[in-house]
């Protein structure tokens, strides 16, 4: 305080004046501590800790216990943290970049799997080959053939691996009986379960071909959807199963994209849909198109085997026979009995089939069915034709009726197309263009013309 005169001669108390600061430049960090994006996505992938892959544009992180799974957001979300605001355009693109598979489209021989080699932050994949008689364990690899197991130890391998641990003592032993009493009470034909068995070990190696579909179909209520949860749960519980409609994956072109990495994919009950026997003939041949939202399309390996669940089958409009000798059908014809326990349902649900123990069961099964397919082959039962045949004529109402209400009569028999048509007539225009393919398909009888009628010598409607 400081005493100064007002204007009327008292004295008067008032602060005293302060002086000013010169301004100065604000304090920055020295050189050496400051870090650029690329610093900081290093520091971000050792924070992680984990093995990271980005395919089919998601990041996937890798654990023993549950293989690989997608972690997209949980890895942004730590980008942003590390960086202080939104590193989607930065850390989580240049990460992306060092960790990204290669795009099967660009390389001279595309595999399933991949090892890293050289380190996770400045190494990079390589393609890895796996013997069509292998199978990949979370901790080593197993030649089915020969019985022969190689340790992974510390490899990091991408690609789906089962995630329950391979014991040469016990996991070709393993069994669920309960798993075991559906598969029993749902066929009847020994030789039709033994060859189920084996087609299904398929599912337990992604990087095999398998040029078809599985169909589970009959009877409601039969176990249907259950077997199928129970066999796409065993190789890595839920998170190696994927439920996508046929429907979903014709009409939603980012659908696809939720069969990557994936054991087996199962559609329950899909509604009829056009163009189906189109996308499982391109699919089956062991490449497809992922198109993930805010990513350019990227080609990348099939791995996830196709079971449908069904009353009814998808129809077919190839009728060269292409199409029906890809679908495997399986008939189911005994209804569970109902014990109206609030609790029944659970058996459909992956969370009950996902438990470890009931896992290693079914994936017991799943190893014997594999060495028998490897002793002695695959191939299709003759009593499952009929079974098939059946499906198809279900699926069309032209199929069962050229099937059923026609019949082979002598040579010079003439069957006028009119009098089928007659039969016909509450059937669409689409499926009444297929009766000729049809008739050639199941009879052997080419269209032609007498008399200017068209129809088909040496058949007869049934009386």
Not at 310 to 322: E, F, K, R, T
Not at 329 to 357: C, G, N
């Amino acid at each position: 305080m400081q005493i100064m005169t007002d204007e009327f001669g008292n004295d008067i108390a008032v602060p005293a004046p302060t002086s000013e600061k010169k301004k100065g430049k604000k304090k920055t960090a020295a050189k050496s501590d400051r870090r650029n994006d690329y610093q900081i996505a290093q520091e971000v992938v050792g924070m992680w800790g984990k093995p990271l892959a980005f395919h089919a544009g998601l990041f996937w992180s890798y654990t023993p216990e549950k293989g690989w799974e997608a972690c997209s957001e949980a890895f942004l979300a730590l980008c942003n943290e590390v960086k202080g605001c939104n590193a989607r355009m930065s850390i989580f693109e240049i990460v992306a970049n060092q960790v990204k598979t290669p795009d099967a489209a660009n390389e001279a021989e595309p595999t399933t799997y991949y090892e890293r080699v050289d380190g996770m932050w400045a190494g990079k994949w390589i393609p890895m080959k796996v013997a069509s008689s292998e199978i990949v364990f979370a901790n080593g690899i197993l030649d089915i053939s020969t019985m022969k197991f190689s340790p992974i130890k510390h490899r990091i391998i991408y690609g789906p691996r089962i995630s329950l641990p391979f014991d040469a003592k016990t996991s070709l032993t393993e069994a669920d009986l309960e798993f075991e009493k559906m598969i029993e009470n749902a066929l009847d034909n020994e030789e039709e379960r033994e060859y189920l068995q084996k087609l299904c070990s398929l599912i337990l190696q992604p990087h095999v071909i398998f040029r078809g579909q599985i169909i589970l179909w009959g009877v409601p209520h039969s176990g249907k959807s259950t077997i199928a949860t129970a066999i796409a749960c065993a190789p890595a519980g839920a998170l190696g199963a994927s439920a996508v409609s046929e429907e979903r994956l014709l009409k939603d072109k980012w659908a696809a994209c939720l069969l990557v990495n994936k054991f087996c994919n199962v559609s329950n009950d899909s509604e009829q849909t056009k163009k189906w026997e189109a996308w499982l003939k391109n699919y089956t041949t062991g490449m497809f198109t992922a198109e993930p939202k805010f990513h350019a399309p990227t080609a990348i390996a099939t791995t996830a085997k196709l079971i449908s669940t069904c009353n009814q089958i998808q129809q077919v409009s190839d009728l060269s026979g292409a199409t029906e000798q890809r679908f495997r059908v399986f008939r189911f014809l005994h209804p569970l009995p109902e014990t109206h326990a609030i609790d029944q349902t659970k058996y459909m649900t992956p969370a009950y089939w996902s438990d470890p123990a009931r896992r290693r069961g079914v994936l017991g099964w799943l190893l014997r069915g594999a060495k028998l397919a490897m002793d002695e082959g695959i191939q299709e039962p003759a009593s499952m034709k009929q079974a098939k045949s059946e499906a198809m004529s279900d699926a069309s109402e032209v199929h069962a009726f050229v099937r059923e209400e026609l019949w082979r009569g002598e040579p010079t028999d003439f069957l006028e197309t009119s009098e089928i048509l007659d039969r016909l007539q509450g059937c669409g225009m689409m499926e009444l263009k297929q009766l000729p393919k049809i008739i050639e398909r199941i009879w052997g009888v080419t269209k032609s013309r007498n008399e200017n009628k068209r129809g088909y010598f040496g058949l007869k409607l049934k009386e």
